[in-house]
């Protein structure tokens, strides 16, 4: 035809091979009809220029390419498509820097380049920024231009669809180096941090009863997010977070950083950011972490901690997040975000019941026997020594002195109601807490030890009952130093083989979360009906005085423990024994403080008629002993008061 010129592909460039021939016919039947274009169609592309500049031949020179695919520019020493995209995005011309800023291929994780220039050869979707870009998008329906097919799958939009092509439910993005570890038993690091096998696929991350995370809500700004964005926990082409191209910290803490860990909760800043009481409907975990971060007692427990040495942790560390939830869901039936390397159908809420809490909390920890929950089996079994939970033995291994003893770790439950395998009625939550309220509360994330949040509060003055007779009212304070932990740490109460039964009534459940911590007598604890009442040692001798210990001054606190005067004595009188107090005190104690009474303290008495034994004030004096067969009196050298001696 006069007039026109036909692209004519092989003639025209006898020079180029046909492939490469046609991709150059394709370009200049762009750059035609780019330049039929109207300006304000170039105008929604970032990468198209104004009248006067250069748009295609920016990128592209269909003479003297340097790659036959896209017919892109050579860079003088290298060529292809990733060094040619960083022309711009290192910071110097396009508003993203992809090569060295805050979301860049060189950081410490994330999307790895791996420079392959060859076009042709097999690769995954990251070798070239249009794996997951295209250049000649429209960036105001599309912002970010994703590429129309990523691995095959349709990409509109810029939500998680773009992610969720690669990481799919055949974890495509995995096949290159493997078969994707099993989600039951991840890959982990020496630190123990788990590197894969997390994620259990695209349809569990898009199912809103399997993933609580997608209801993460969306937002609009700078930064636009949709609900449950990949985004807002990962960097998509890298960041200086130690794993997954994180946008902030999560990892496992280490000796230099445990204390800073416990303080600030650098160690889970990832989650923190959220989960920090800064966020509508996500609890404020940080400040279980945090509190008392400086306490390294044995019974300190913020950030539910590593108590022993000999594992991945040094002592004292905050149970990373991961080793109990999966951000991105789970794939076995497992509620609130827990992991399913902890297992399947493990649901921790109070109304799941008591056994249920108990399954989630046994998946670490064995009982008493030795025991652990097996959720694939659906039994409980003795765990072998092989089984570990951050680099220390489930049945105690020989790390460490954990409440079972010296020798065994903290993942051993000690021998106390609630710990055997037989108490399946005893929620965990019933003594560590289950309150997501102030700091100071005990949960999983913070779980108190003995139950020591149950004695907390500032005891009132309060009547006493003692095997049904009534005292006070005093305040226990008058006796006892509250709160209860030291208590409750002593051989006679927790470490012996009764442990919390020593004190508690049986069920434990009467210690409800209404208790109000102000009297110790409160549901049945320290009253006359409890299993052990205060001052059990010394009902004996009172079984049903007619006044109280403290009537006439006798037995008041400054001189504690006379109850115990006669302990080991008795008579019998006209068949009738009487032991301890009794022998005097049968029938009531007295107001008017007579001694001499059934032969105690008259002259016949090993004591004498020295009635200063139970005056007001016990001072010093001289004390006339009588010798037994002898109608004489020896007078005790020195001065003594009845305390020296009993």
Known sequence: MSGRRDIVPASI???????????????????????????????????????????????????????????????????????LCYVCHDGSGASSNVKTGSDSFGLRSGHVLENIVDASTPRDLTNSCSGCHTPHGDSTKSPGLPASSVNSATVSTTDNSWCLACHNDAQDWYKTKGTYPALSNPSRDASGYPTAGTFAGASVYTSASANAHLAIPARSGAETRTAGDCLYCHNAHGSASRYDSLAATLAPSSAASVATDR????????????HDGSMAGASDIKQYVTHEATDVSDLASGGHRIKSPGGT??????????????????????????????????????????????????????????????????????????????????????????????????????????????????????????????????????????????HTGTPEDAPITILGQSYGPFACTDCHEVELGSEHAKPTSSGNDLGCAECHPSPRASLSPNWDRTTCAQNDCHA???????????????????????????????????????????????????????????????????????????????????????????????????????????????????????
């Open 313 to 454: 942790l040094p002592p004292n560390s905050p149970l990373p997040c991961y080793d109990c939830h999966n951000p991105h869901g789970s794939s076995r039936g497992n509620k609130t975000l827990l992991s399913d390397a902890l297992g399947a159908g493990l649901d921790t809420t109070a109304s799941a019941g008591p056994e249920s809490v108990r399954r989630f909390c046994l998946t670490c920890h064995v009982t008493s026997e030795t025991l652990g929950w097996d959720s694939v089996a659906a039994t409980y079994t003795a765990v072998p020594a092989t089984a570990k939970v951050e680099g220390l033995r489930r049945d105690g291994g020989a790390e460490g002195s954990g409440p079972n003893g010296v020798g065994k770790n903290w993942l051993y439950l000690k021998t106390t109601p609630g710990h055997s395998r037989a108490d399946v009625s005893m929620s965990c939550y019933e003594c560590h807490g289950n309150e997501y309220g102030p700091a100071d509360a005990n949960n999983v994330h913070d779980p108190g030890s003995y139950s020591v949040a149950l």
């Open 263 to 274: 303080a600030t909760g650098d160690y889970a800043a990832l989650c923190f950011e959220c």
């Open 13 to 83: 460039h006898p020079t180029l091979p046909g492939r490469a021939a046609l991709a150059c016919c394709v370009a200049l039947l762009t750059l035609g009809l780019l330049a039929l274009a109207p300006a304000t169609a170039l105008a929604v592309s970032p990468h198209v220029g104004g009248p006067a500049l250069r748009t295609c031949s920016i990128c592209h020179t269909p003479h003297k390419a340097a790659t036959s695919d896209e017919i892109l520019r050579g860079l003088g020493g290298t060529k292809g498509e990733t060094p």
């Open 528 to 646: 006359g009906t409890s299993t052990a009442p205060m001052h059990a040692e010394a009902d004996a001798a009172h079984t049903s005085p007619a006044n109280s210990c403290t009537t006439a001054e006798c037995h008041f606190a400054s001189i504690a423990g006379l109850a115990k005067l006669h302990s080991t004595a008795s008579t019998t009188v006209a068949g009738d024994t009487r032991t301890s107090c009794q022998i005097c005190h049968a029938a009531e104690v007295t107001p008017a403080k007579e001694c001499t009474t059934a032969g105690c303290h008259n002259a016949a008495s090993p004591h004498g008629d020295d009635e200063a034994i139970h005056t007001a004030t016990l001072v010093p004096a001289e004390v006339l002993m009588s010798v037994p067969s002898s109608d004489s009196y020896i007078e005790w050298p020195g001065d003594v008061d009845c305390i020296d001696c009993h």
